[in-house]
C-alpha cells in the first residue's frame, strides 16, 4: 500500500469521525501542549511500522539490513525486518497475544496522517498474525491520529512519553532508554533539562545515561568484531554495573592510564560474556583482579581449571612481546557516530590478563557448548566445560570481592557514625550556649539533661566495648 492510499483510508475515517459527535477522542500530551485526539479505526493492513522506534534501536543497530531499513523503511522486506525484532524484543509477547485474543485491544495505539505507527507496534503485529490464524474476529486497529502539522521531534518525545505510561507492560531496557534520551537531544533537538522533565526524571540522571551509551560504545569495540550494542541491555539493574564502570574507568582516565581503563572493561566484557555481571558484582573491581584473585581461585578447582589459569598466563606474556592487532576498522560505520560516538582506535603496547580471559571468554562462546577450545600448549578442553569453570570461578571471586567490602564497612561504620555524633554533639555545645541564659530555657531543661545522662551511659557503654578488643 502507498503513503497516499494510507492518507486516503485515514483521511475518510477521519471525516467519518468529525460528523459523529458521539466518536470517541483522547488526550495527549505532546510537546506543544495537551491536545485532543480523534480516535478511529483503520484496517491492520494499513499501519506502517515504526522503523525508527526507541525499543528495537539497538538490535536494529547491528542488524545487516540496518542500511536498506533506513533507506526503504516502508518496503515489504523492510517492515518485515522491524515485525521480526518487535517480536523477539518484547518480553511480554506471549502474554499480550493472548490478552488480544481474549479481550481485544484496550488502548489504542498513535498514527500519523502518513500512516506510521508511533507507538502499538507490537500489538499491531500481533493481532496481524491472530487476524491470520482466523483467531481474531475483526480486522481493525484502533489508533488516534496526529495533526498533520506534527514534527519529527514530536514524535520522537511522544514515543518517550507513551513509553511511561502505566498500561504498557514491558519497559525499554537499559540501551534502548539510553539511545532514546540520546536521540531527544540529537535528533528532536531537546535539551537535558527538557528530556528530564517530560520523562519525570532529572537532568544528572539524563547526563550520566549519556555517558554510559559513550562507555558502553568504547567497551564493545574492544573486541573484533564489536560487540552488539544491544547484548548490554538484558539484565535488570545492569545500570548499576555501568554506574560503576564508569566511576571507575572515569577515575582511570583522569589519571592518564586510558590502557588501565581499557582493562576494567574488558574484565567487564569477559564476565559479560560468561553471564557473570550481576548487578553490585562487579562494585569497587580493579583491572588486577584477575592476577590477584581469580588465577589462584581457578588453580584451586582442579585439573581443567589450572590448565585455563596457566592459558591466560601465556596468552598474557605472549602478547606482551607480540604486537597486538587493532581492535576495530579506522573506517568501521557502527551508527553511533550519528549520535557523536566514535569508536577509539588505539593499539595498545602491552598484553594484559583481562584481555586473555576475553580472547578466552570469546573463543568458549563463540565455539558454542559443543565445540573445543585451544589452551596452553595445544591442548584443547571442552568450551562448554571452560565457560563453566570460567563463570562459576568469576561468580565466587566477584562474591567473595563483594563479601570484603561489606566486611570493610562495617568495620568501619562504628568510627563513620561516632563522627558524626561527635559533629552533632558540638553543634548541641554551641545550641546551648545561645540559650543557657534565656528565663524559657529553664521549661525543657530538665529534658536536655535526661538526654546528657543517657548519652554519657552510651558512651560508657561503647568506651568499655572498645577496650575489651585485643591491643595489637
Same mark, same amino acid.
Given at each position: 500500500?502507498?503513503?497516499?492510499?494510507?492518507?486516503?483510508?485515514?483521511?475518510? &475515517?477521519?471525516?467519518?469521525?468529525?460528523?459523529?459527535?458521539?466518536?470517541?477522542?483522547?488526550?495527549?500530551?505532546?510537546?506543544?501542549?495537551?491536545? *485532543?485526539?480523534?480516535?478511529?479505526?483503520?484496517? +491492520?493492513?494499513?499501519?506502517?511500522?515504526?522503523?525508527?522506534?526507541?525499543?528495537?534501536?539497538?538490535?536494529?543497530?547491528?542488524?545487516?539490513?540496518?542500511?536498506?531499513?533506513?533507506?526503504?523503511?516502508?518496503?515489504?522486506?523492510?517492515?518485515?525486518?522491524?515485525?521480526? +525484532?518487535?517480536?523477539?524484543?518484547?518480553?511480554?509477547?506471549? %502474554?499480550?497475544?493472548?490478552?488480544?485474543?481474549?479481550?481485544?485491544?484496550?488502548?489504542?495505539?498513535?498514527?500519523?496522517?502518513?500512516?506510521?505507527?508511533?507507538?502499538?507496534?507490537?500489538?499491531?503485529?500481533?493481532?496481524?498474525?491472530?487476524?491470520?490464524?482466523?483467531?481474531?474476529?475483526?480486522?481493525?486497529?484502533?489508533?488516534?491520529?496526529?495533526?498533520?502539522?506534527?514534527?519529527?521531534?514530536?514524535?520522537?518525545?511522544?514515543?518517550?512519553?507513551?513509553?511511561?505510561?502505566?498500561?504498557?507492560?514491558?519497559?525499554?531496557?537499559?540501551?534502548?532508554?539510553?539511545?532514546?534520551?540520546?536521540?531527544?537531544?540529537?535528533?528532536?533537538?531537546?535539551?537535558?533539562?527538557?528530556?528530564?522533565?517530560?520523562?519525570?526524571?532529572?537532568?544528572?540522571?539524563?547526563?550520566?545515561?549519556?555517558?554510559?551509551?559513550?562507555?558502553?560504545?568504547?567497551?564493545?569495540?574492544?573486541?573484533?568484531?564489536?560487540?552488539?550494542?544491544?547484548?548490554?541491555?538484558?539484565?535488570?539493574?545492569?545500570?548499576?554495573?555501568?554506574?560503576?564502570?564508569?566511576?571507575?574507568?572515569?577515575?582511570?582516565?583522569?589519571?592518564?592510564?586510558?590502557?588501565?581503563?581499557?582493562? @576494567?572493561?574488558?574484565?567487564?566484557? &569477559?564476565?559479560?560474556?560468561?553471564?557473570?555481571?550481576?548487578?553490585?558484582?562487579?562494585?569497587?573491581?580493579?583491572?588486577?583482579? @584477575?592476577?590477584?584473585?581469580?588465577?589462584?581461585?581457578?588453580?584451586?578447582?582442579?585439573?581443567?581449571?589450572?590448565?585455563?589459569?596457566?592459558?591466560?598466563?601465556?596468552?598474557?606474556?605472549?602478547?606482551? *612481546?607480540?604486537?597486538?592487532?587493532?581492535? &576495530?576498522?579506522? =573506517?568501521?560505520?557502527?551508527?553511533?557516530?550519528?549520535?557523536?560516538?566514535?569508536? =577509539?582506535?588505539?593499539?595498545? !603496547?602491552?598484553?594484559?590478563?583481562?584481555?586473555?580471559?576475553?580472547?578466552?571468554?570469546?573463543?568458549?562462546?563463540?565455539?558454542?557448548?559443543?565445540?573445543?577450545?585451544? +589452551? !596452553?600448549?595445544? *591442548? %584443547?578442553?571442552?568450551?562448554?566445560?571452560?565457560?563453566?569453570?570460567?563463570?562459576?570461578?568469576?561468580?565466587?571471586?566477584?562474591?567473595?570481592?563483594?563479601?570484603?567490602?561489606?566486611?570493610?564497612?562495617?568495620?568501619?561504620?562504628?568510627?563513620? +557514625?561516632?563522627?558524626?555524633?561527635?559533629?552533632?554533639?558540638?553543634?548541641?555545645?554551641?545550641?546551648?550556649?545561645?540559650?543557657?541564659?534565656?528565663?524559657?530555657?529553664?521549661?525543657?531543661?530538665?529534658?536536655?539533661?535526661?538526654?546528657?545522662?543517657?548519652? %554519657?551511659?552510651?558512651?560508657?557503654?561503647?568506651?568499655?566495648?572498645?577496650?575489651?578488643?585485643?591491643?595489637?
Amino acid at each position: 500500500m502507498t503513503e497516499a492510499s494510507r492518507r486516503e483510508q485515514i483521511q475518510r &475515517a477521519l471525516a467519518v469521525h468529525k460528523d459523529d459527535p458521539e466518536a470517541e477522542r483522547r488526550e495527549f500530551s505532546l510537546s506543544r501542549g495537551p491536545m *485532543t485526539l480523534p480516535i478511529i479505526r483503520l484496517p +491492520l493492513s494499513v499501519p506502517v511500522l515504526n522503523t525508527k522506534s526507541f525499543r528495537i534501536a539497538p538490535a536494529l543497530l547491528d542488524h545487516p539490513d540496518a542500511e536498506l531499513v533506513a533507506n526503504d523503511p516502508d518496503s515489504d522486506r523492510a517492515q518485515k525486518v522491524v515485525a521480526d +525484532l518487535v517480536r523477539s524484543g518484547h518480553s511480554n509477547a506471549s %502474554e499480550l497475544r493472548n490478552s488480544l485474543h481474549e479481550q481485544g485491544q484496550a488502548e489504542p495505539g498513535v498514527i500519523t496522517r502518513s500512516g506510521v505507527l508511533i507507538n502499538a507496534n507490537t500489538r499491531c503485529i500481533l493481532m496481524r498474525d491472530l487476524l491470520a490464524e482466523g483467531r481474531l474476529p475483526v480486522d481493525s486497529i484502533k489508533v488516534a491520529v496526529l495533526p498533520d502539522d506534527v514534527t519529527p521531534s514530536e514524535l520522537y518525545d511522544l514515543e518517550a512519553v507513551l513509553q511511561k505510561q502505566p498500561d504498557l507492560k514491558d519497559p525499554y531496557d537499559l540501551v534502548s532508554e539510553l539511545m532514546m534520551y540520546q536521540t531527544l537531544n540529537h535528533e528532536a533537538g531537546m535539551t537535558e533539562q527538557q528530556i528530564a522533565a517530560r520523562q519525570r526524571t532529572t537532568v544528572p540522571y539524563v547526563m550520566q545515561g549519556f555517558n554510559i551509551l559513550r562507555l558502553m560504545d568504547r567497551a564493545r569495540h574492544l573486541t573484533e568484531p564489536p560487540l552488539p550494542i544491544k547484548s548490554f541491555g538484558g539484565a535488570k539493574g545492569q545500570r548499576e554495573n555501568w554506574k560503576s564502570l564508569l566511576s571507575s574507568v572515569d577515575a582511570a582516565d583522569a589519571e592518564g592510564h586510558k590502557e588501565a581503563g581499557d582493562e @576494567i572493561l574488558r574484565s567487564y566484557l &569477559a564476565l559479560h560474556l560468561l553471564a557473570s555481571d550481576g548487578v553490585h558484582a562487579l562494585r569497587g573491581i580493579t583491572s588486577e583482579w @584477575i592476577e590477584d584473585h581469580l588465577l589462584d581461585a581457578l588453580a584451586d578447582t582442579g585439573d581443567l581449571g589450572t590448565k585455563v589459569a596457566e592459558a591466560i598466563i601465556a596468552s598474557a606474556e605472549d602478547a606482551v *612481546t607480540t604486537p597486538a592487532a587493532v581492535t &576495530a576498522a579506522d =573506517d568501521v560505520d557502527d551508527g553511533l557516530d550519528l549520535l557523536d560516538f566514535g569508536s =577509539d582506535n588505539e593499539q595498545p !603496547s602491552t598484553g594484559s590478563h583481562a584481555r586473555a580471559l576475553l580472547d578466552l571468554a570469546l573463543a568458549a562462546t563463540k565455539a558454542g557448548p559443543l565445540g573445543k577450545v585451544e +589452551l !596452553s600448549g595445544g *591442548t %584443547e578442553a571442552s568450551s562448554g566445560d571452560v565457560i563453566s569453570v570460567l563463570a562459576a570461578t568469576s561468580a565466587n571471586v566477584l562474591k567473595d570481592h563483594e563479601n570484603r567490602l561489606s566486611a570493610g564497612k562495617k568495620i568501619a561504620d562504628p568510627a563513620t +557514625l561516632l563522627r558524626k555524633a561527635h559533629t552533632t554533639v558540638v553543634k548541641a555545645n554551641k545550641a546551648l550556649s545561645r540559650v543557657v541564659s534565656v528565663p524559657e530555657f529553664a521549661d525543657v531543661a530538665g529534658e536536655v539533661e535526661a538526654l546528657l545522662d543517657d548519652l %554519657e551511659a552510651q558512651v560508657k557503654e561503647a568506651r568499655t566495648a572498645v577496650r575489651r578488643v585485643a591491643k595489637p
